[in-house]
């Protein structure tokens, strides 16, 4: 009797469970992981069939030249992201002093300045032609650089600086959100255990920030793993450095593809630290027992200590190039406004809006399915679709230059054997592949944006729509998207600007002598014509103050009871 009543249930259950599982939602978000993993995929599929005898010969030459640069390069700036972060957002947080309510906002400001612009104005300052060194010459009489010694800016001393400048807020972002959302309550035990300021600091804060300031690292280390413009202009042979040299001095897509596999190899040891290190480690406060931070006031001495500190990574990292660029823009404007900036800028901003549209829809969709089917496979769908902020533009570019160029043959194929026509290349080598690879680069940021801003929109609203009759598309469409402009905006404007700040991605996927501001800049800077280029790099960092007002406003209202950064 068990059994006749258990069998006609079954293929019921059976087609219920399909048709969840296969509905228009799962197959989008598939959809969209698999176009995000493809890139990574082929990467790894290539590098592990390579041509004869082209490992050997990288093991050879360069390989271990690129290996140590690179981890040079990314110890030292670990250590500096995390010595000015840390220190400044420490110094903010928990002490008065005159300017801190300035600085609050203003050491996020070099965030707005790519590593490579940066990496251009100091070499212009610095350089043994450059202002400062000449100045030294005039002022004491020598006549060349055996007469006096200077630290060498192209070099992995000198290129650890130039990110550390501008990667550094990384750090003080998250460091600085965690010490708000400490209670002063612990910090004062601390304080009546004998404790002095810099103990409590590394025993009592420090430890419970962990956490937040192990993500700002990871971030910081993956920006440096990206970066080409300022490794490319200082000369140091990095793993990125090396995938181009390999695509355009080689020829060579084999090597490139198993050197980007060594880099993804470092990629993957960066995240796996992050994980373990945040694992098991997180430190909550009771919002019923919490007291805000009291900052103390410090005498003058230790205030003016505390004002040079903070305002150095300022000055440096922002005013400096800042002030470099605005004065070529203005002394050599007639040599910048001319028809191939306008053209830069026109295909930067179109490039840069379409890709951050696109993301914008593909973020809300997939926020949107995790709300309607909330399981571990979407979920592990959508964390497989955000891996490409994780990658390097490099890789990306790499691993989606083959397949582009695969499908485009197949179409192209079709299309002589079917029509009698060619087709050409509809992917690789066009806008489409930029965009495409703008896309998955960035995809995780309009996600985690506009899937922030849909929790809080309360789960009665769909409940009440639902009982209504309305099917979960309208139920988007009428209530939850004219809820979620201010996140689909601020997820826009973060995905336009990285767009906009991208250059390695681009410089491989671009079509010939197609420029966008980045390389445009890039062709310039790299044969010593920084006055040619001032107007593009400060419009860069213009369009860079956007998401750090954002974070400004984020931060400041980041404490318990006012909502979270």
Not at 12 to 30: T, V, Y
Not at 57 to 69: A, M, R
Not at 253 to 273: H, P
């Amino acid at each position: 009797m068990a059994e006749q009543t258990h069998q006609p249930t079954s293929p019921a259950i059976a087609g219920a469970l399909w048709r969840q599982w296969l509905n228009g939602w799962f197959l989008g978000l598939l959809a969209v992981a698999f176009v995000a993993a493809l890139p990574i995929l082929t990467i790894v599929g290539v590098a592990l069939h390579p041509a004869p005898d082209i490992w050997r010969h990288l093991w050879e030459t360069v390989l271990w030249t690129y290996v140590s640069n690179t981890l040079m390069l990314a110890l030292g700036v670990g250590v500096g992201t995390f010595t000015v972060g840390t220190l400044t957002a420490w110094l903010v947080t928990y002490y008065r002093f005159p300017g801190r309510k300035t600085f609050e906002w203003a050491l996020l400001v070099p965030l707005a300045v790519p590593a490579y612009v940066i990496a251009y104005t100091y070499t212009d300052l610095l350089d043994y032609a450059g202002t400062v060194q000449g100045t030294l010459r005039q002022m004491f009489g020598w006549t060349s650089a055996r007469d006096y010694w200077f630290p060498e800016i192209r070099s992995v001393g000198g290129a650890i600086a130039m990110f550390t400048l501008v990667l550094y807020p990384y750090v003080y972002l998250l460091a600085r959100s965690a010490f708000i959302h400490q209670s002063s309550g612990v910090l004062e035990v601390s304080r009546t255990l004998g404790r002095g300021p810099w103990r409590t600091f590394w025993s009592v804060a420090l430890p419970m920030a962990r956490p937040a300031i192990v993500v700002g690292l990871s971030l910081a280390l993956l920006e440096t793993l990206n970066d080409f413009g300022t490794v490319d202009f200082f000369a140091v042979r990095t793993l990125t450095l090396g995938i181009f040299n390999a695509w355009y001095g080689m020829y060579s897509i084999e090597a490139a593809a198993q050197l980007s596999l060594t880099l993804l190899l470092f990629v993957m040891v960066v995240l796996t630290l992050e994980r373990q290190a945040r694992r098991g480690r997180r430190f909550e406060e009771s919002r019923a027992k919490y007291k805000p931070v009291v900052g103390f006031t410090l005498p003058p001495f230790q205030a003016g200590l505390a004002f040079v500190c903070c305002l150095l990574p300022v000055l440096f990292g922002f005013v400096v190039p800042a002030s470099i660029l605005l004065r070529y823009a203005l002394v050599y404007y007639k040599a910048s406004l001319n028809e191939d900036f306008f053209s830069a800028a026109l295909h930067s901003l179109t490039l840069s809006a379409t890709a951050a549209a696109i993301a914008v829809a593909i973020g809300l969709f997939m926020a949107y399915a995790l709300r309607l089917q909330r399981s571990r496979v979407l979920r592990g769908l959508a964390w497989i679709a955000s891996l490409g902020y994780g990658m390097p533009g490099a890789i990306l570019a790499v691993g989606a230059v083959i397949p582009a160029g695969w499908l485009d043959n197949q179409i192209d194929a079709y299309m002589r054997q079917a029509f009698g026509i060619s087709t050409g290349l509809i992917l690789s080598g066009t806008i489409v592949a930029v965009i495409l690879g703008y896309v998955v680069r960035f995809l995780v940021l309009s996600f985690g944006t506009i899937e922030a801003g849909l929790a809080k929109v309360t789960r009665n609203m769909d409940d009440a729509a639902r009982a209504l009759g309305h099917r979960p598309a309208t139920v988007l469409r009428r209530v939850h998207f004219p809820m979620l402009r201010g996140s689909m905006l601020t997820a826009g404007l973060l995905v336009f600007v990285d767009c906009m700040k991208e250059l390695p991605m681009t410089l491989l996927l671009r079509p010939f002598n197609y420029e966008t501001l980045s390389t445009f800049v890039y062709q310039f800077a790299k044969d010593e014509l920084l006055e040619e280029c001032a107007l593009g790099a400060l419009t860069i960092v213009a369009a860079g103050i956007g998401p750090v007002v954002l974070l400004t406003r984020a931060i400041r209202h980041s404490r318990p009871g006012q909502g979270t950064a």
